[in-house]
């Protein structure tokens, strides 16, 4: 009887999310944002053609030591920023930037992070496709 509770409150939790269709602020843009970050033709491109050119844009731009600019325009388009100064008791970047869009049942993350020894920051694009378990998928397309 508890597991069959369990399992009503958490398919109601999920279809109370699946009901707002939209989060992670404004609509990015297909390619440059105001600021200048490049985020790729996220909504048409594969996701790993989309991850190729953030990455290169990201490595192409910043360098090590250019923390504060590199925040400066990703805040600007619409990362959330932290610094290193936060006690998450493991290592963390000096700085980690991420924008993350989701609409419907799809996922968009942008991460930036710049690392202590490392020249070029780390960053990566990806796309992930929630499954609404009450729903059915049919796998043939129809």
Not at 4 to 14: H, Y
Not at 44 to 56: K, M, P, T, Y
Not at 118 to 127: A, G, N
Request: proline residues 8%; negative net charge.
């Amino acid at each position: 009887m508890t597991r069959l509770v369990v399992g009503i409150a958490m398919a109601a939790l999920l279809a109370a999310c699946a009901s707002a269709p939209v989060q992670g602020g404004p609509r990015p843009p297909q390619g440059p944002g105001p600021a200048g970050t490049d985020f790729g033709r996220w909504d048409i491109d594969a996701e790993g053609a989309v991850d190729q050119g953030f990455r290169r844009f990201v490595s192409a731009r910043w360098n090590s030591g250019q923390e504060a600019e590199a925040r400066k325009v990703l805040e600007a388009d619409g990362f959330t920023c932290q610094d290193g100064n936060r006690p998450d008791g493991r290592p963390v970047p000096r700085l980690e930037c991420e924008r993350v869009y989701s609409a419907n049942d799809n996922v968009h993350a942008w991460v930036v992070e710049f690392w202590p020894n490392e020249v070029d920051p780390k960053s990566h694009y990806t796309r992930m496709h929630m499954r609404d378990p009450l729903r059915n998928y049919d796998d043939r397309g129809h």
